[in-house]
């Protein structure tokens, strides 16, 4: 352990670990090792943190209060304001919030610009800070500039690595970990999201992550992707045995082709239902099969208890961002009108 306690071994230099991206055999993400945190668990969050901030009136948080809610990823062409402004309009009449992503192989502009011009067109962010590309200070500056834009909360990630051949030379930060960002935020005044990915090793300790990130001063937590509804039913009421009392957002894959369907298969952490993803790029329309998949996952998992909305995630089109935002928009009304 070095002085902040970052574990050995760990590429992601954790403290509060692991990552979502282990492997399914329990080899982390970055490298050929088991994951250090696999065999060995964190120590548990106990720096206290101010009380969470009142969500944004209007805002996902506020409206889940009475009412299922719709947080959709925004897939915009990066450094392309026009491209932003007509998937907002799109997405933002039938979503609850935006969820602005941080991805490794698409850099944009930074957060806080994003979210402003999010906020703009329209929309409600929530927007994604990882931990790789930024060290502490940059972090800071983030988040202090989200706070001033007036987001309606951030997602906090460790954030996966950047792949083989991904910009080479350019360095991965991991001063801090998600948990640390979470807290971070919390403290900086804004509504605080954290991700927890249910299948990822060690599974039986991912219940008991979440309730340590509440204690980090989390006010939501986002699920990735898991194959069945009853995996998530499963999860939810194991995070609350472990002592997680906030609320739920569930991920629906949405996907109408190969490639947007791929795409989700291969992301690390990640467990789609290979079945329906078959029979849906099978099917005379994909585009209607995918769009009524969708629309039935999310169904299965707002009956889950604890679970206050979904989170419709991928692509959902490979043929581009606006094709992505219409198929989602169809998902995200037909979701709104069953809830
Ligand atoms: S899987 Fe993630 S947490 Fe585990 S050692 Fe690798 S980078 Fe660290």
Same mark, same amino acid.
């Given at each position: 352990?070095?002085?902040?306690?970052?574990?050995?071994?760990?590429?992601?230099?954790?403290?509060?670990?692991?990552?979502?991206?282990?492997?399914?055999?329990?080899?982390?993400?970055?490298?050929?090792?088991?994951?250090?945190?696999?065999?060995?668990?964190?120590?548990?969050?106990?720096?206290?943190?101010?009380?969470?901030?009142?969500?944004?009136?209007?805002?996902?948080?506020?409206? +889940?209060?009475?009412?299922?809610?719709?947080?959709?990823?925004?897939?915009?062409?990066?450094?392309?304001?026009?491209?932003?402004?007509?998937?907002?309009?799109?997405?933002?009449?039938?979503?609850?919030?935006?969820?602005?992503?941080?991805?490794?192989?698409?850099?944009?502009?930074?957060?806080?610009?994003?979210? +402003?011009?999010?906020?703009?067109?329209?929309?409600?962010?929530?927007?994604?800070?990882?931990?790789?590309?930024?060290?502490?200070? %940059?972090?800071?500056?983030?988040?202090?500039?989200?706070?001033?834009?007036?987001?309606?909360?951030?997602?906090? %990630?460790?954030?996966?690595?950047?792949?083989?051949?991904?910009?080479?030379?350019?360095?991965?930060?991991?001063?801090?970990?998600?948990?640390?960002?979470?807290?971070?935020?919390?403290?900086?005044?804004?509504?605080?999201?954290?991700?927890?990915?249910?299948?990822?090793?060690?599974?039986?300790?991912?219940?008991?992550?979440?309730?340590?990130?509440?204690?980090?001063?989390?006010?939501?937590? *986002?699920?990735?992707?898991?194959?069945?509804?009853?995996?998530?039913?499963?999860?939810?009421?194991?995070?609350?045995?472990?002592?997680?009392?906030?609320?739920?957002?569930?991920?629906?894959?949405?996907?109408?082709?190969?490639?947007?369907?791929?795409?989700?298969?291969?992301?690390?952490?990640?467990?789609?239902?290979?079945?329906?993803?078959?029979?849906?790029?099978?099917?005379?329309?994909?585009?209607?099969?995918?769009? +009524?998949?969708?629309?039935?996952?999310?169904?299965?998992?707002?009956? *889950?208890?604890?679970?206050?909305?979904?989170?419709?995630?991928?692509?959902?089109?490979?043929?581009?961002?606006?094709?992505?935002?219409?198929?989602?928009?169809?998902?995200?009304? +037909?979701?709104?009108? %069953?809830?």
């Amino acid at each position: 352990m070095d002085e902040v306690g970052r574990r050995p071994g760990c590429p992601k230099r954790m403290v509060f670990g692991p990552c979502g991206g282990v492997r399914d055999d329990g080899r982390c993400e970055v490298a050929e090792e088991r994951c250090v945190f696999v065999d060995d668990p964190a120590p548990a969050w106990e720096a206290p943190v101010p009380p969470p901030a009142p969500p944004r009136p209007g805002g996902l948080l506020d409206r +889940a209060r009475t009412r299922p809610v719709v947080l959709t990823d925004l897939s915009v062409a990066p450094y392309d304001p026009a491209s932003l402004r007509r998937v907002v309009e799109a997405l933002a009449p039938v979503s609850d919030g935006l969820l602005v992503g941080e991805h490794a192989n698409r850099p944009d502009f930074p957060p806080t610009l994003v979210a +402003a011009e999010v906020l703009q067109a329209g929309g409600r962010p929530w927007t994604t800070l990882a931990c790789r590309d930024r060290n502490r200070v %940059v972090l800071e500056q983030e988040l202090a500039g989200l706070a001033a834009v007036g987001v309606d909360g951030v997602l906090c %990630v460790t954030g996966d690595a950047r792949g083989p051949g991904v910009r080479p030379g350019a360095t991965q930060v991991f001063d801090l970990d998600g948990v640390r960002l979470a807290a971070l935020a919390a403290t900086a005044g804004l509504p605080v999201a954290v991700p927890e990915s249910p299948s990822a090793p060690p599974v039986h300790r991912r219940p008991a992550r979440v309730a340590d990130k509440q204690r980090a001063g989390a006010q939501l937590c *986002v699920l990735n992707h898991v194959r069945t509804p009853a995996e998530v039913a499963a999860f939810v009421a194991a995070a609350r045995r472990a002592g997680a009392t906030l609320p739920f957002v569930a991920a629906v894959a949405v996907y109408t082709d190969e490639r947007s369907a791929r795409v989700l298969q291969g992301f690390p952490g990640l467990h789609v239902d290979d079945a329906t993803v078959e029979r849906v790029l099978a099917a005379p329309d994909p585009r209607a099969a995918g769009i +009524a998949a969708a629309v039935a996952e999310a169904r299965a998992l707002l009956a *889950v208890p604890g679970v206050v909305g979904v989170n419709l995630s991928g692509l959902a089109a490979g043929g581009g961002e606006d094709a992505g935002a219409q198929v989602k928009a169809e998902v995200a009304a +037909a979701v709104r009108e %069953v809830a």
